[in-house]
């Protein structure tokens, strides 16, 4: 299984090799903002090289919201800039900014609900484990849980647990945060599993001219691997399944492919 990993501005985007990076990463989790105010710098550099190496990815938002009504405003603000192809979506509660500590909660949770009534991916909250009981952030109701705590698992039940913020990953020389699956959702959960699609005469215009294509590429028996693209639709549109061409490749992990990668069909 590759890594699952956060990034920021502080992990600048020239600073990756992206097609070294994206045979090694199962997942990313991309900063949108710090607040409402300040849009993370790198965060749509990051989503374009996700994009285009195929990675999938999701969002998080830093919260610095001092009340009910200013965090349905960053709910509000963080939903507006999320990229639409971001799989969840993530509040980061780290501090008490509200004048109060007992504000935290309902302004945690008035965050989340907004975003839920208005997007249908699943919505999570990161918080630190010191932080986790004390401002109440064990009655947050959300999607799923984010904890970091290094180097210990964390005492409590969640469904990502951070355990490094000075991990490595070939592609990236400095520093990262990484993160492991942590309970019973599965990586296929997190990327996507809950994801509808609408059919459309266009979408099955495109099905058509990818499927002429694909029948093309499989009498050469070699498939170039394109962004967006997954092992299993590869099989779909070539007539075969996820199993024969795992075994043809000699691929362990079907989520580890990369743009540009040759396929072989047969």
């Known amino acids: 299984m590759g890594y699952i990993v956060d990034i920021s ?3 600048p985007n020239n600073k990756f090799n992206w097609a070294t990076f994206a045979k090694n990463v199962d997942l990313l989790i991309i900063r949108v903002q710090y607040g409402s105010t300040t849009i993370d710098r790198e965060y749509k550099k990051h989503v374009a090289s996700a994009k285009a190496y195929g990675i999938p990815f999701g969002h998080y938002a830093y919260a610095r919201f001092i009340s009910v009504a200013d965090a349905k405003q960053e709910a509000k603000d963080f939903l507006a800039r999320a990229d639409k192809s971001a799989k969840f979506l993530v509040v980061d509660v780290e501090e008490q900014t509200t004048k109060t500590k007992a504000e935290m909660l309902p302004a945690t949770q008035a965050f989340i609900d907004y975003l839920q009534a208005h ?30 705590r290094y180097p210990l698992k964390p005492k409590y039940p969640c469904d990502l647990w951070q355990y490094s913020e000075t991990g490595t990953v070939p592609g990236y020389s400095g520093k990262l945060d990484l993160n492991r699956l942590n309970g019973n ?27 002429k294509t694909s029948t093309t590429k499989a009498a050469n028996k070699v498939y170039t691997v394109k962004s967006g693209d997954t092992l299993s639709k590869i099989a779909s549109k070539n007539n075969t399944t996820v199993a024969k061409l795992k075994s043809l490749n000699k691929i362990k992990n079907e989520n580890l492919i990369y743009v540009g990668q040759k396929i072989k069909l047969k």
């Open 9 to 11: 501005h502080h992990q």
């Open 185 to 211: 959702k599965s990586l296929k959960w997190f990327i996507g599993n809950k994801a509808t699609t609408q059919v459309s005469k266009t979408v099955e215009k495109t099905k058509a001219k990818e499927n």
């Open 119 to 148: 997007d249908k991916r699943p919505i999570g909250l990161y918080t630190g484990h010191h932080f986790y009981e004390p401002y109440n952030m064990n009655k947050v109701k959300a999607d799923f849980l984010w904890i970091p």
